[in-house]
């Protein structure tokens, strides 16, 4: 182990479980792996099993799931269209709800790097620092550094190193600082000291760190050895790189442009923030009268069908599959199972009904509109690309969560200034 913490980074669809802001949009996209948070995040990382199984194989399966789910229900209906939801969930008052919408304040800097990442992507170039310059955010750096154990901890003792503390090797560690690579703490203490240094900085290992548990809340100090550093930089930005780089014809245009840009998506960050955490109220609080059956059967086995292929690639029964991966009966996973679908049934109503109420709909303008938004977000060629990896239904399901977030924060009580 390399680095003393480093923070797991997984951009499938099963891990994005998150609010769904700009860049983590997808948590409702593909409910039959949404509830695979309960399972993925603990799977083993043997690679014996999901190397097997690649992305595009989990998509056919989860089209193939969505049509399945229409009509394995005794004939019940699956579509939540089909039920008067106020007979099964009884919503508590969401108009009103106290809540502060949090805009981030876009500053000039914010404005400098959204242009240097873009416009004056190209024209950029790096520098070698010498000897005594000052280290900023985004350098490069290449370190050597020594982690020891500062105080008393269960199973260490003060001042003693630990396993993956230390990189000693001749050639140095090669760090881009702000990447988030290790533990908080480290990479913000060596901004501001300088190449060739030697320094201590002291760190606090996360509760939740997942490497070595027997780190998790340890405090330790790194003494960290600058060898050599990078700098890349960028030109500044002209009339003349305006015309030639971009839609704006001055610098100032540009820079007024980006600002409005940028903060029109801290509006919307903010305010889906908002949104969400009044959406989380409301499902605390309102009561379930009765669960249609057919819909939990239906987010049954949606997970059911994926695991098979999971478990068919694996060479294993379903049941083998369950109890190598969640170290559980299949009997304890099929309860667990059945509460999530709940938990899913249960959202998925309080988002229909509220739009019932509150006549909220996605047109087909705003439905073209999201795809390719959620197309170039997501880095894909096209909408059509976007609507055939996610499905219609899907992205329909997001823009539709964004709308009522969008509802909710309008219509909360914010605090008085």
């Known amino acids: ?106 500053t000039d800097d914010d404005v400098t790097a959204y242009i240097n990442s873009t416009f004056l992507s190209d024209l950029s170039y790096e520098i070698d620092l010498e000897a005594g310059d000052v280290i900023l955010p985004g350098d490069k750096v290449n370190i050597n550094y020594y982690g020891y154990i500062n105080g008393d901890f269960d199973g260490f003792t003060d001042g003693e190193q630990f396993e993956g503390g230390t990189y000693s090797l001749k050639k140095g560690y090669n760090l881009k600082l702000g990447t988030g690579e290790f533990v908080e703490g480290f990479e913000e203490g060596i901004v501001g000291h300088t190449v060739g240094e030697t320094f201590d900085i002291y760190c606090t290992f996360p509760l939740d760190y997942e490497p070595n548990e027997k780190l998790r809340g340890v405090s330790v100090v790194y003494t960290i050895t600058v060898n050599s550093a990078e700098r890349i930089v960028y030109p500044e930005l002209t009339d003349e790189i305006c015309a030639q780089y971009s839609d704006y014809k001055t610098a100032d245009e540009c820079r007024a442009a980006v600002r409005v840009m940028l903060e029109e998506e801290a509006l919307y960050r903010a305010t889906q923030s908002l949104g969400a955490d009044i959406f989380n109220y409301v499902y605390e609080n309102s009561t379930v009268i009765s ?64 739009c019932d109420l509150e006549d909220i709909k996605i047109t087909d303008a705003e439905y073209k509109a999201g795809a390719e938004r959620i197309a170039k977000e997501n880095e894909m060629g096209s909408a059509d690309d976007a609507i055939s990896y996610y499905g219609e239904e899907a992205i329909r399901k997001h823009l539709l969560f964004e709308k009522v977030y969008a509802f909710l924060a309008e219509n909360a009580s914010q605090p008085a200034e």
Request: net charge negative; with cysteine.
């Open 1 to 106: 182990m390399k680095k003393p913490y480093k923070v797991p980074h997984n951009h499938s669809a099963e891990s994005i479980v998150s609010l769904p802001l700009r860049h983590l949009l997808f948590f409702i996209l593909t409910l039959s792996i949404v509830l695979s948070l309960f399972t993925l995040t603990s799977c083993k990382n043997d690679g014996d099993i999901t190397d097997s199984t690649s992305t595009d194989t989990q998509t056919e399966t989860e089209k193939e799931t969505e049509t399945d789910t229409d009509t394995e229900t005794d004939g019940a209906s699956v579509s939540y269209s089909d039920y008067n939801l106020s007979d099964y969930i009884k919503l508590c008052s969401y108009i009103g709800v106290p809540g502060k919408l949090d805009v981030d304040e876009i």
């Open 291 to 354: 669960y249609p059956e057919a819909l939990i059967k239906a987010e049954e086995r949606r997970v059911i069908s994926l695991y098979e292929v999971y478990a068919e690639n694996g060479d294993m029964t379903l049941d083998e599959f369950i109890e190598y991966y969640h170290e559980m009966s299949p009997d304890e996973f099929y309860k667990l199972l059945r509460e999530q679908s709940k938990n899913i049934v249960r959202q998925n109503m309080i988002l229909y009904l509220i």
